[in-house]
């Protein structure tokens, strides 16, 4: 951010500082006029404003930029203790639902090599150092429910970027000979609303292509257990999945199952990836320790995304055909007699910024439960709200293929 942009930071936050300051003072008793003495006055100063006023008028502060709570909370020490207090944490998480964007990671294609080490903040929320920032290698993998999912060779780390809580897991099992994989991780605890999910037991889902013997396999880890479980296959006991492969083979003779390295999605008690050859969208039930595969809307885009819908019994599939964005939604609650329904069709020739009129634009990655989307073109990294079509520019320019955004609230108090 360059000087200029500084200075008209601070002039938008002095101009809300001073709204929420004038606001209170709304609330408080009129002064007494200059020309009453102290002996002359009858009545008792003013009372201060109350607490329970303080926090209704805190609790409307924008939790997407984390700067206002933390530069109210140093207007006075009564205003401290309300914000950190853990009941107000509560009532601003409830008051606003679903957590901010306040920060990406990115996955890259095999070929282009791993990403740099850099958690990119969003909002004022100071960059956390990363894991890999010593050197180690690493290979971000998801971000959910207040965590980051990263590869260290040889195990895996779940690190929260706002408590700084660092959970090293073993490597996963030695049956699972990977050639190309990815993972989820997932809040674990029972009731959860996950809006606020810091602490408590968590799982990793990790499926990849077998190395080998060309099939998809898949495993859980549980921080309750502290292990993964024995792995499952992929297999011709599935009938969808049996035609994908026949049909592959009748085409090209040999087929390997390609599991795409891109960001796993969550809907209800099931986490879904995707192989290369026709979108084929492999779903692996928790409840049911069991995978499967579902056809996806449209084989014939390979760049695509997997979301959860808002209502989060729904998956979503989203791509580009041309310059218009497609969104389809699946019911997932009711598979054996679901179908793909479109969603959105967004017209973005004229939305998104272009260098050039044959630049095109590719989807990276969702947002979950805010209906949003990224989308990579040679100008930055933008955010689609699917619902209004506002278009957000979030990042530079960069070789994006799977967007891991991280979404959490950040309060005075929680560091």
């Not at 990815?182 to 809006?195: E, M, N, T």
Request: hydrophobic content about 40%.
């Amino acid at each position: 951010m360059g000087f200029n942009g500084y200075v008209d930071d601070c002039v938008q936050w002095k101009k809300k500082f001073w709204a929420l300051i004038s606001l209170a003072e709304c609330c408080r008793l009129p002064a007494l006029p200059q020309s009453h003495t102290n002996q002359e006055c009858t009545m008792p100063p003013p009372p201060p404003l109350l607490d329970d006023v303080i926090a209704e008028i805190l609790l409307r502060l924008p939790p997407d930029e984390p700067e206002h709570l933390f530069r109210a909370a140093l207007v006075c020490k009564p205003w401290l203790r309300i914000i950190c207090d853990p009941g107000f944490r509560r009532s601003y998480r409830d008051f606003h639902g679903a957590p901010p964007l306040l920060g990406l990671l990115h996955r890259r294609m095999v070929i282009q090599g791993d990403p740099p080490a850099r958690f990119s903040s969003t909002t004022s929320m100071p960059e956390s150092p990363h894991p890999g920032s010593d050197g180690r290698r690493t290979r971000p993998l998801d971000c959910r429910h207040g965590r980051v999912l990263i590869h260290m060779w040889p195990g895996f780390l779940v690190w929260d970027p706002v408590t700084g809580e660092r959970h090293c897991l073993p490597p996963e099992p030695k049956e699972i000979d990977w050639l190309i994989y990815s993972a989820a991780v997932l809040c674990a605890a029972d009731g959860c609303d996950h809006l606020d999910c810091h602490g408590g037991p968590f799982r990793v889902v990790f499926a990849a292509t077998h190395d080998h013997t060309e099939i998809i396999v898949a495993s859980v880890y549980s921080s309750e257990t502290g292990a993964w479980s024995v792995p499952v296959c992929l297999d011709n006991t599935c009938e969808t999945y049996a035609q994908h492969v026949l049909q592959a083979v009748r085409e090209s003779y040999y087929y390997i199952p390609y599991l795409q390295p891109r960001r796993g999605t969550v809907v209800g008690d099931a986490v879904y990836f995707t192989i290369r050859r026709g979108n084929a969208i492999v779903k692996y039930d928790l409840g049911k320790d069991r995978l499967s595969v579902i056809d996806p809307p449209t084989p014939d885009v390979y760049y695509i995304t997997l979301m959860a819908m808002e209502d989060n019994t729904s998956l979503g599939f989203a791509c580009f055909l041309d310059s218009t964005l497609y969104t389809w939604s699946r019911k997932m609650d009711t598979e054996e007699a679901a179908e793909w329904v479109q969603y959105r069709v967004i017209e973005l020739e004229k939305t998104i910024p272009v260098a050039n009129p044959n630049d095109e634009s590719i989807v990276v990655g969702f947002a979950e439960g805010v209906g949003v989307i990224f989308v990579s073109s040679v100008v930055g990294l933008f955010t689609i709200k699917l619902k209004s079509g506002q278009v957000k520019k979030v990042d530079e320019p960069g070789e994006y293929f799977s967007v891991l955004p991280y979404m959490s609230f950040y309060l005075p108090g929680m560091i």
